[in-house]
């Protein structure tokens, strides 16, 4: 008797076990996809967009940054962490941006992963702390904000496209080669609307102030001054002083400005205090500067976004 029972109890144990690995495997199987395809993993959301633009379908795209994120205080969880060292190959802003994520990316390159740097190959410039509007810290540092300029995109996306050719294999070289041709058609025409758009702005209204310093390219492109920032750095991360406010507040009355464009995705508290200080005369105008939104929520795609902000920076600075 003691024999059937424990007969009986093995069998049990075996079905278990053979139900359990078959169930993981399913799980597994649709949570991680075809294994075989070839991945790219993109750290923001604005390199995701315009990374997928080109890499079409011919392999997966994996962005870790959310929408509406900030890119300097985002951080990534274990299977995130993961993706990045099973990748074919890596794409991220660098220059500091993604400040708790670049031990990520050190660690894939370390273990054989192909990585781009997007923004040292984008002709970055420098923070200058002496110059007008010039953050607090940071000097010489360069600005990892390169995407307020399309031109600069543009040097970036033809190299992203040579990147996946050389690392990323199995994918269809004339079709990532058309992609980025037909992107590149997308961002020349964007940066002449673009111009077209500011052209409307008379030059003594052609001074920014924002949440914190990230405008640099697009004012070094389009011929905007800036004034100065709220928080006074290239990073979300930084806080101003009751000086560092007073200071601009002082720049802004010398400038006759009274319009701060502050992140869409950022909290405005900081903005609203820079209004009080100037007696509530200031305009607070949201953009989307450092994060793409959900798709159909005003910054969808790197192209939607740009010209977003060209519309509402040219109404917020003729009052239009």
Known sequence: MSVRVGTARVRA???????????????????????????????TNILGDITQEIVGDDADVSVLMK????????????VQAAELENADLVVYNGLGLEE?????????????????AAGEAADPLSFHPGDEGGPADGAGEPDPHFWTDPDRVRKVAGLIADQIVEHVG????????????????????LTAWMEKSFAAIPEDRRALVTNHHVF?????????????AVIPSGTTLASPSSSDLRSLTRAMEQAKVRTVFA?????????EVLRQEMGG??????????????KGKGAGTYLEMMRANT???????TGA
């Open 281 to 294: 005369d200031v305009d607070v105008v949201s953009l989307y500067s450092e994060s793409l939104t959900e």
């Open 311 to 317: 519309s509402a920076m040219a109404e917020g600075l």
């Open 216 to 228: 640099g390219y697009l004012a070094d492109r389009f011929g905007f001054r800036v004034i100065g």
């Open 100 to 116: 708790n994520v670049l031990r990520h990316v050190e660690a894939a390159r370390e273990s054989g992963v192909a990585t781009f």
């Open 170 to 189: 199995g994918v269809d070289e004339k079709a990532v080669r058309d992609n980025a041709e037909r992107y590149d058609g997308q961002l020349a025409d």
């Open 67 to 78: 929408p509406n994120a900030d890119p300097h205080s985002f951080g990534l969880s274990a």
């Open 13 to 43: 144990l075996v079905l278990t076990l053979v139900s359990f690995f078959v169930l993981a495997g399913t799980v597994t199987g649709c949570a991680g996809g075809d294994d075989d395809r070839p991945r790219v993993v993109v750290t």
């Open 263 to 271: 992140d869409s995705s950022q909290p405005t508290r900081l903005a």
